[in-house]
Structure formats: structure tokens, C-alpha cells
């Protein structure tokens, strides 16, 4: 019988060490869906305590991480997200959004976009315009924070109660478009996301565009992380409560076909039945 050859028994080691381990901790943070303590980082990577910590604080002073010192956890922090925003305008998720957005769009009748979260904004990704229907401030490229909008709301209300937190910890975070108008503070956007949990959707009247509402539905992931959310604008006096109501599963049959195409996510009433 043949011996093993070492690169049948193992792998290479890597020809460099400090980036790959790196790298495993940004991939291990990413797969969380809350933050996790730097010695279960260190024990589920198999990585020495004292690495860890210094990898850890490195990816936070760039950004990559995020440290919670009162609860001494690490989480994903916003400049990984400017790295997967950046992916996302080239990545499947835009081009199977752009594809769903412009089908719901043509059978609803009213403007969509696809948006993803940038920190404690939303940068739209995708924008498609209904035919007769003017041009909305959420043109392809257009960052607007996160709070006001319905597609950030979407997505603020899937984040983990700490991550959220971590986001927003004082009325300075909660920057108003217009004076009055939106939440001002972390209790009052708490309960807007609650009532978001509670529905199963996001929703905003006026607080971006006077005169304009919209609805929006997450794109969730394997970990019910929300990795864009889909949304639909119209003008506050041109539909009547049942169309927002057609408006509404619109978005969220959109949001699901959405992440079941990019990530292969089960629909709801299959995971139900498990």
C-alpha cells in the first residue's frame, strides 16, 4: 500500500500566517449573529489568546471589528461593510435584485430599489423607476441614513439588539433630514423597529420625501442576517390602504425570492415546516 504524501495528510501551511489568520477572524465575524468574546474567537479558530487579541484590535482601529467593552465582545464592524457594498455592486445579489426589482416594479406599477446597509446609512444599489412615475432621491449610488428610510429600517430591525446599540447610543447618531420629522432618539427608533419586527416589514411616510411613502422588506441570509432590503415609493395620495397593503407583500415576496436566488435561503413556509 502507497504511503501518504504530506499535502494528502494536510494542508500547506500558510505562506503568510499573520494575513491568513486575519482573515479567519474577519470570516469567523462575519458568520456570527451576535458578537462573540475574544476567547471563543481564540478557541473555535485554534488560535493562541495572545494572537487573537492583537488581531482583533488591530481589525477594530481599522474598523473591520467592532469592540463592545461593557459586554467585552467583538462584532463586525462598518468597514467590512464598505467592502461588501463594494462587492455588491458587482456581485449577484445586485444583478438577481435588479432582475426581481424590475418584475415587481412592472406588476405593482410604482418606483423600487434594493439597498444595502453602510453603517448607519443605506447606500441604494439597484433603482428602478415606474413608467410615469417621477424621480425619487434614491438614485443608484445615493447614500440616506439608515433610521428615516424604510429599507434601513428593514434591515436595522434583523441586526441583533447589540449590534443596533452599537450603532446608536445617543441622539447625535440619529441625524434628521428635516427638524421634527423621524425618530431623535435610541428609545424612539426602538420602538419603530419593534413595531418593524412585529410587522414583518418597514414602512415611512414623509420622512425622506414630503408627500411620498414607501414600504421595504430585509434580504435575509442562512443566518438571518440582512444582507439588502428591497423597497417600494409612491406617492402618499395616489394609492389606497389595500395597494399599500399589495404594496407590502410585494416587497417582502421580492426580499424572499431575493435571497433565495443569491444565497440559496429556504422559503418561509418551508422553514416552517421544520
Not at 473591520?64 to 455588491?88: D, F, I, K, S
Not at 438614485?139 to 441586526?159: E, K, S
Not at 443566518?223 to 402618499?236: E, K, M, R, Y
Request: proline share 7%.
Amino acid at each position: 500500500m502507497a504511503s501518504r504524501t504530506p499535502d494528502q495528510t494536510s494542508p500547506k501551511p500558510p505562506k503568510a500566517p499573520a494575513a491568513d489568520a486575519t482573515l479567519r477572524v474577519l470570516t469567523y465575524l462575519s458568520s456570527r449573529r451576535a458578537p462573540v468574546a475574544a476567547a471563543r474567537v481564540a478557541q473555535d479558530l485554534e488560535l493562541p489568546r495572545s494572537t487573537t487579541y492583537d488581531l482583533l484590535g488591530t481589525l477594530v482601529a481599522h474598523g473591520y471589528a467592532l469592540h463592545l467593552p461593557q459586554e467585552r465582545l467583538y462584532a463586525l464592524g462598518p468597514a467590512a461593510y464598505e467592502v461588501a457594498v463594494g462587492y455588491m455592486r458587482h456581485a449577484p445579489l445586485a444583478r438577481v435584485g435588479r432582475v426581481v426589482l424590475e418584475r415587481t416594479v412592472d406588476a405593482i406599477g410604482e418606483s423600487g430599489h434594493l439597498a444595502v446597509l453602510h453603517g448607519r446609512d443605506v447606500l441604494y444599489v439597484v433603482e428602478d423607476r415606474a413608467k410615469g412615475r417621477g424621480s425619487l432621491v434614491t438614485d443608484q449610488g445615493v447614500r440616506l441614513p439608515a433610521h428615516l428610510t424604510a429599507t434601513g429600517r428593514a434591515m436595522l430591525a434583523a441586526l441583533p439588539l447589540v449590534q443596533l446599540r452599537s450603532l446608536f447610543t445617543s441622539r447625535e447618531d440619529l441625524v434628521p433630514r428635516r427638524p421634527g420629522v423621524g425618530p431623535t432618539t435610541p428609545a424612539q427608533l426602538a420602538a419603530i423597529l419593534e413595531q418593524v419586527r412585529r410587522d414583518g416589514f418597514a414602512r415611512e411616510d414623509g420622512e425622506i420625501t414630503p408627500g411620498y411613502r414607501s414600504v421595504a422588506a430585509p434580504v435575509l441570509d442562512h443566518a438571518d442576517w440582512p444582507i439588502a432590503a428591497i423597497g417600494l415609493t409612491w406617492q402618499s395620495n395616489r394609492l389606497g390602504e389595500d395597494r399599500v397593503a399589495e404594496c407590502t407583500r410585494a416587497v417582502q415576496a421580492a426580499a424572499e425570492e431575493v435571497a433565495r436566488a443569491a444565497t440559496g435561503r429556504r422559503p418561509r413556509e418551508e422553514r416552517a415546516e421544520d
